[in-house]
């Protein structure tokens, strides 16, 4: 502990100096050298994007700007109708003043789609862009999704996460507030595109105001305004629709909303059978998100579930696959009941009743043993779920805040399978409640302008029972003396309790290097418990040895995190050093058979980043990370994990290790023509986890094992280019990812996998003025898995969009689908689909009419292929036949 503290006490002592002002003058003229008023000038970082200082000359083209920052700087001219004009600074504590004219030279500036003129489509503020949505609408947009995609620069994803360039935003707010967090899709998704009069693009977004410009974010947010008009009265929208065919399909759509300066209230209601999941929208509003720790420890804590019952997803749009029915209602509200206590409360009720149908056929060849099998599924999912958070925060002072949250979330999750296996007839259930606490505290202190200090705790509870049956068995060979068994039968008991508390000091230099250091404690607490049982008859239950499990597992990480950034003008160090003294604890069910483990490790990270010019940036960082085993891999008796797989863990502790090395490289920035973007990963596993597998026909025993030697590497890169001559933006994409691993099948040795997918694809957007647009686009993916035999398919999607216009009370869109499969034994298949959607305004503002058609062709199935290094499976998959749904939609 001595050297933890002298760590500290280093890391404190490091001096932070601060530097008298420097100030900036000048004027900026055109060619002509007359004067250019209230032109744009922003000193900027020369290593990054950030903003330093920012003003605008006067109307005689002059300006002023001042800064005590010293070091390497770019210093930004720009002006509508003007070329931007960029200059090198060299600011030193002796520099207190420093001259720089700039002459600007005359020409239209386009952004993608948009040319900036005087109307001002695009307005750059310092880490802010504003979009006036006037000039992105064309008439087709009924919903916020529609008009953010009209977005230069945003990527909006099939499943509706919102990206710019590779990384997703952080949130999506109306007027500044945040109702929903991660979980954004359920606003934009179905929030009407009417009441948005700008898109605000907020850039090194800080989720708490005291870390703005302290921490080196790169996260992005999106802000809608309101129309000024809307503001303080309450508005909205009913939206329904029905299908006169004998499908009978239905959709409704209800949003309420009031957003005044004080408080804001937004209710959504919605309904339908087309295929739309409206709770998985909702849930990174209540959940956890697996993986992102850096706002708020624990977020990578959750309970697994054991058991789902699943089919192979195709690769399609799930409305296109899913026969469902889905309701929910949720009500929200942020108010200020003070000047400084802000408050927010959520309210979420949802229920899915999905239907899924398909048939399979697989293949296996592996480990001396070569089967097929065929499966029917009719999978029937019901879920209910409701949930409630409640937000409060406390501005105590300028420089002082307290928030405090809790969340509740409950869920009941009825499953079953009519299932048929190799002409066996089986029904299979899973009935699996669940429940989740989770309180957060936060505290934050900004002790000086380039200081602060954050205490954060946090408790989870979740709780996932499930029980599982069937009233078929297949395991005659597995248990031959249990020969007259004629159902299956698992109990899970599952649960987590976590408890951590960490302390953050963040301290930030005038020349842009900054320390952040991480003091904290996180525990857990996991217990599982099975019991599977084998039914003879009515009474008789049968409960064979190595399949239960009784066990508790604990792990107590107490570490010490310090990251570095040392700013050295265009070129900037970063470091990372984490030390973590872990105490686990494993009680078997007796409580007697207790293990401990106390074990240390270090994870550290070096790394490089360099911006060359204004528009070229590169890093590369190189890291070694450990990681703690979880309850999942450490039972040592078998679980019920599918209809005939049986997974256990490896009944040890275990610490996992890989090294890791990552490039990128990007050029251009927001705005540019030409934008482009490459990114590889290489990682080299020292211990991780593989599989030992006993395959036959009617069942499978996975055992994890720990092994060395595993490799990956991905390569992805984008590019994004205007044409100004067909007035288009043209994005590629190519990509590759590789995987080497081992594993063990039937006892016959180590066998090397490789695994390869290459993806390349294109995208072509029209930005046309007239009635007319387009988008249109093709993707490529090849997988190829290699083992005992080398088996691969090719996999093409290619969409074609048509947007029509005809005047300000019609529009038309149809949406054309091609899917084309080359599996292994070279059988083409081909898929088409052709969707369409008409609207008629009716009374401007108010009342509208459409006409949706999906799946005009009326494809009624879908094949896809799996590889893995086992087997071959072929899935076909029933599709929801065509209809056309007639919809009205008021706004009032």
């Known amino acids: 502990m001595n050297a933890v503290k002298q760590l500290i006490l280093l890391a404190l002592l490091v001096p932070w100096c601060s530097f008298a002002q420097t100030t900036l003058s ?67 504590p002796n520099n207190t003043k420093c001259i720089r004219n700039a002459t600007l030279i005359f020409e239209p500036i386009e952004i993608h789609e948009v040319i ?24 087709d947009e009924k919903v916020v999704e529609d008009l953010l995609k009209k977005i230069p620069g945003l990527n909006i994803s099939e499943d509706g996460t919102i990206r710019v360039g590779n990384q997703e935003v952080e949130k999506v707010m109306i007027d500044s507030g945040d109702f929903f967090e991660k979980g954004y899709k359920l606003l934009t998704r179905n929030m009407p595109a009417y009441p948005i009069s700008k898109v605000e693009l907020l850039q090194h977004f800080s989720n708490n105001r005291l870390l703005k410009e302290i921490e080196n974010s790169e996260k992005v947010a999106i802000n809608l305004k309101l129309d000024p008009s809307l503001r303080r009265q309450w508005f909205g929208n009913l939206a329904m629709g029905y299908d006169p ?4 399909k239905y959709e409704a759509l209800s949003n309420l909303m009031n957003f005044g300066s004080q408080t804001k209230y937004y209710g959504l209601a919605s309904m339908n059978s087309i295929g739309e999941n409206l709770s998985l929208d909702a849930d990174h509003s209540y959940q956890p998100s697996l993986g992102e720790k850096e706002e708020m420890i624990g977020e990578d804590q959750r309970v697994r579930s054991l058991i789902n019952l699943a089919t192979i997803a195709p690769n399609l749009k799930p409305n296109r696959y899913t026969f469902n029915d889905s309701r929910m209602v949720s009500l929200n509200v942020i108010s200020s009941l003070s000047s400084k206590i802000k408050m927010k409360a959520l309210a979420f009720l949802g229920s899915d009743i999905n239907h899924f149908y398909s048939t ?157 250091i991480r003091l904290g404690n996180q525990y857990r607490s996991d217990g599982l418990r099975t019991a599977f049982g084998l039914q003879e008859d009515r009474w008789t239950v049968q409960n064979p040895d190595g399949f239960q499990n009784d066990l508790g597992y604990s792990s107590d990480d107490l570490y010490l995190d310090t990251r570095f950034r040392l700013q050295k003008r265009a070129v900037a160090i970063i470091a990372d050093f984490g030390i973590h003294q872990l105490f686990n604890r494993m009680v078997g ?89 490459v990114l590889v990963i290489g990682n080299l596993d020292q211990k991780s986890y593989s599989t030992h597998t006993l395959i036959s026909r009617n069942f499978l025993l996975v055992s994890k094992m720990l092994v060395t030697g595993g490799k990956s590497l991905i390569v992805s890169s984008n590019f994004d280019r205007f044409i100004k001559p067909i007035s288009s933006n043209l994005k590629i994409t190519l990509a590759s990812s590789m995987l080497i691993y081992r594993n063990v099948v039937n006892n016959t040795g180590y066998r090397s996998i490789a695994s390869n997918h290459f993806q390349y694809g294109f995208e072509l957007r029209s930005a046309f003025h007239g009635f007319f647009n387009c988008h249109l686009g093709s993707k490529w993916d090849y997988f190829e898995m290699k083992s005992d035999q080398v088996i691969g398919n090719h996999v093409n999607n290619s969409f074609l969009d048509l ?85 009205v939609e008021y706004r009032f």
């Open 589 to 677: 069910a007796d409580g007697n058979r207790q293990r401990s483990q106390s074990p240390f490790f270090m994870n550290p990270k070096i790394g490089l980043a360099w911006k060359w010019n204004e528009k070229s940036n590169w890093m590369t960082y190189c890291s070694r990370n450990v990681t703690n085993a979880g309850i999942v891999d450490v039972y040592n008796q078998y679980v019920q994990t599918g209809y005939r797989t049986f997974s256990k863990g490896t009944g040890a502790f275990d610490q996992l290790c890989a090294a890791s090395l990552v490039a990128g490289y990007t050029y251009g920035n927001w705005g540019d023509k030409f934008f482009a973007n």
């Open 116 to 139: 900036i003129s005087a109307d001002k489509a695009i307005t750059v503020k310092p880490d802010t862009i504003v979009f006036d949505a006037r000039f992105f609408l064309k008439g």
């Open 245 to 248: 065919l004998p499908e009978k």
């Open 803 to 887: 947007l029509f216009s005809f005047n300000s009370k019609l529009d038309v869109q149809l949406k054309a689908e091609r899917y084309l499969f080359e599996p292994f034994d070279a059988m083409r298949n081909c898929l088409y689909f052709l969707d369409f959607n008409a609207r008629y305004v009716v009374i401007k503002n108010r009342l509208s009419l459409s006409w949706y058609g999906n799946n005009l062709f009326n494809t009624d199935v879908y094949s896809s292929y799996t590889l893995t290094d086992i087997s071959l499976a072929k899935t076909t998959c029933q599709l929801l036949p065509r209809y056309l749904l007639i919809k």
């Open 360 to 516: 399979g056929y697989e293949s296996v060849s592996a480990g001396g043993t070569s089967f097929s099998n065929s499966e029917y599924n009719h999978l029937r999912k019901e879920r209910l779920a409701w949930f409630g958070k409640m937000e409060m925060t406390d501005d105590l002072t300028k420089d002082q805040s307290l928030k405090y949250a809790v969340k509740y979330l409950g869920s009941e999750g009825k499953d079953f399978d009519h299932l048929v296996f190799n002409d066996s007839v089986t029904g299979e259930s899973l009935h699996q409640p669940s429940t989740l606490w989770d309180h957060q505290l936060t505290y934050t202190h900004k002790l000086k302008k380039s200081r602060v200090m954050i205490l954060t705790g946090r408790y989870l509870f979740e709780k996932v029972p499930q029980h599982h049956s069937m009233d078929g068995y297949f395991f005659t060979d597995l248990f031959p003396s249990l020969g007259n068994a004629v159902s299956v039968d698992q109990e899970v008991a599952n649960q987590m309790h976590y408890g951590g508390v960490e302390a953050r000091l963040m301290s930030k230099a005038s020349n842009g290097s900054l320390l952040d």
């Open 26 to 92: 000048g004027s900026v003229k055109d060619e002509s050298q007359h004067p250019i008023p209230y032109a744009n000038v922003i000193l900027k970082e020369a290593t990054g994007s950030g903003i330093v200082g920012f003003c605008q000359a006067d109307g005689q083209g002059t300006y002023t700007l001042k800064t005590s920052r010293i070091g390497r700087f770019w210093l930004n001219f720009s002006a509508l109708s003007y070329r931007p004009c960029t200059l090198m600074l060299d600011l030193t």
